[in-house]
């Protein structure tokens, strides 16, 4: 398997199960995990984008510390795939648009939480390596997604 082929898998799985786990190590230096829901973008194989509250203490803990992983799971666990990279915290307008059109029917939970505030940013996690698992089959890989690597 290659880089385009692990982006593949990225894509299919998002299709999928639709969401994923955002590990990431708030103010005190604990890990933390949050339920996200993640997408690619057309034309942009080298990052997910997902969306948050500008308000809400992971954004913080983002400035802080922009390290994150990403768990991805296949809905019957035979796939598993972790994501190492960078986010950024974007506040484009047609970037939100774009993300709006691609999982703006998946965000309800989202919604829910946030329904004081309609506001939003984008977190754009660059992609630097993934480890895709097999569990059934003994498939273990790792892959450089760095961009130009």
């Given at each position: 398997?290659?880089?385009?082929?692990?982006?593949?898998?990225?894509?299919?799985?998002?299709?999928?199960a639709?969401?994923?786990?955002?590990?990431?190590?708030?103010?005190?230096?604990y890990p933390?995990?949050?339920?996200?829901t993640?997408?690619?973008?057309?034309?942009?194989?080298?990052?997910?984008?997902?969306?948050?509250?500008?308000?809400?203490?992971?954004?913080?803990?983002?400035?802080?510390?922009?390290?994150?992983?990403?768990?991805?799971?296949?809905?019957?666990?035979?796939?598993?795939?972790?994501?190492?990279?960078?986010?950024?915290?974007?506040?484009?307008?047609?970037?939100?648009?774009?993300?709006?059109?691609n999982?703006?029917?998946?965000?309800?939970?989202?919604?829910?939480?946030?329904?004081?505030?309609?506001?939003?940013?984008?977190?754009?996690?660059v992609?630097?390596?993934?480890?895709?698992f097999?569990?059934?089959?003994?498939?273990?890989?790792?892959?450089?997604?760095?961009?130009?690597?």
């Amino acid at each position: 398997m290659n880089k385009q082929d692990v982006l593949r898998k990225i894509e299919s799985i998002l299709e999928d199960a639709g969401t994923g786990l955002l590990a990431m190590i708030d103010s005190s230096g604990y890990p933390r995990m949050r339920w996200m829901t993640p997408s690619l973008l057309k034309g942009n194989n080298q990052a997910l984008y997902a969306v948050t509250s500008p308000n809400f203490q992971k954004i913080k803990d983002l400035e802080k510390n922009p390290h994150v992983e990403w768990m991805l799971q296949s809905p019957s666990l035979s796939e598993i795939l972790t994501i190492n990279g960078r986010i950024n915290i974007i506040d484009n307008p047609s970037l939100k648009l774009e993300i709006l059109e691609n999982i703006g029917n998946k965000l309800t939970m989202f919604w829910r939480v946030n329904s004081k505030n309609d506001s939003f940013v984008v977190l754009e996690t660059v992609m630097e390596s993934a480890f895709y698992f097999v569990p059934m089959k003994g498939i273990v890989e790792t892959f450089n997604l760095k961009v130009g690597e």
